[in-house]
């Protein structure tokens, strides 16, 4: 697996960095740290090209840099990076790797670690990272305030999740100790998101609780046929799960499950390659409401036409 985790130094950044680190461990993933900034001007572009020969000792006051330095630090401690010096042979720096600028370390578990700066929109270069690195999985952090529906929509993690090639988390308020909540409505689309979700919950040793909502009140056997069907997929694959079914709108109830399960798990169509996607949606309403991550998951898809 090839996860990309996106930092932009804040704290909430540093925390979805840390608990990447762990799920890349175990699951014996590569790695990429990705840092956007703002577009440079002539007379700073002038010094970065002078200072960029000497990067690879990692001391020089570049934008952008010392996140990335922050990031290494951190996955340093997940066991992933090599922090020590005078291994000056395992660091590769490349100008234009795949249109991003790139300090690649070999990890201490011996696979890829990248620390990637682009410069330009963040929405927009991170789905060029997504597309070009062939990402299984991409982690954002986000500042997890409470019911802050117009600082999500339009915001780059929300336009990230909507139109990203791949599974996306939006790692708002993430522990690491963090158990997941598998939210299934029956469809293939959901089965194969609860895959997704308990590959990465033996990962790390977390638990997973499988989630129906009876939205009518009136379909509580549906309901818990859908559960039965969830708990022998995850039993195929070694995984206990507990059960729960629950009446009420679908948003509210995935919100106040969430609670008590932190990352809550959903899927989502293929077809939202079309801005709409997410308005009026369950998962719009648990990102913008709920103060739990959420793991939005999609089967893998072609380049998109912005």
Request: contains cysteine; proline residues 3%.
């Amino acid at each position: 697996m090839n996860i990309l985790l996106c930092t932009d130094g804040e704290e909430y950044a540093e925390s979805a960095i840390r608990f990447g680190g762990k799920l890349a461990k175990g699951l014996n993933a590569d790695v990429g740290v990705l840092h956007v900034r703002p577009p440079v001007s002539s007379a700073d572009r002038v010094q970065l090209m002078a200072t960029r020969k000497r990067l690879g000792e990692w001391d020089i006051e570049i934008p952008g840099v010392d996140y990335l330095t922050r990031a290494k630090e951190i996955l340093a401690g997940a066991g992933l990076a090599d922090t020590a010096t005078g291994k000056r042979e395992e660091l590769v720096f490349r100008e234009g790797a795949l249109g991003a600028t790139e300090l690649h370390l070999v990890g201490l578990t011996g696979k890829n670690v990248r620390l990637r700066l682009r410069e330009g929109n963040p929405f927009d270069q991170i789905l060029e990272e997504a597309q070009a690195g062939d990402y299984d999985l991409i982690i954002m952090g986000s500042r997890g305030h409470k019911g802050i529906s117009r600082y999500f929509v339009g915001s780059t993690a929300l336009r990230v999740a909507d139109l990203a090639p791949c599974p996306v988390l939006i790692a708002k308020n993430i522990q690491d100790d963090a158990d997941f909540l598998h939210c299934t409505d029956g469809s293939d689309l959901a089965e194969k998101a609860g895959v997704f979700g308990v590959r990465l919950a033996r990962a790390i040793g977390a638990s997973v609780t499988i989630l129906s909502v009876d939205e009518t009140g009136t379909l509580r056997k549906e309901a818990e046929e859908r559960t039965r069907k969830a708990v022998m997929i995850f039993s195929k694959m070694g995984l206990s799960s507990r059960v729960l079914v629950r009446s009420g709108r679908a948003s509210e109830v995935i919100i106040d499950e969430a609670k008590d399960h932190n990352i809550v798990v959903m899927g989502a169509s293929g077809s939202s390659a079309v801005r709409r996607f997410f308005l009026g949606s369950v998962p719009l309403k648990v990102i913008e409401y709920g103060e739990c991550p959420v793991l939005i998951f999609r089967e893998r898809r072609e380049r998109l036409l912005l």
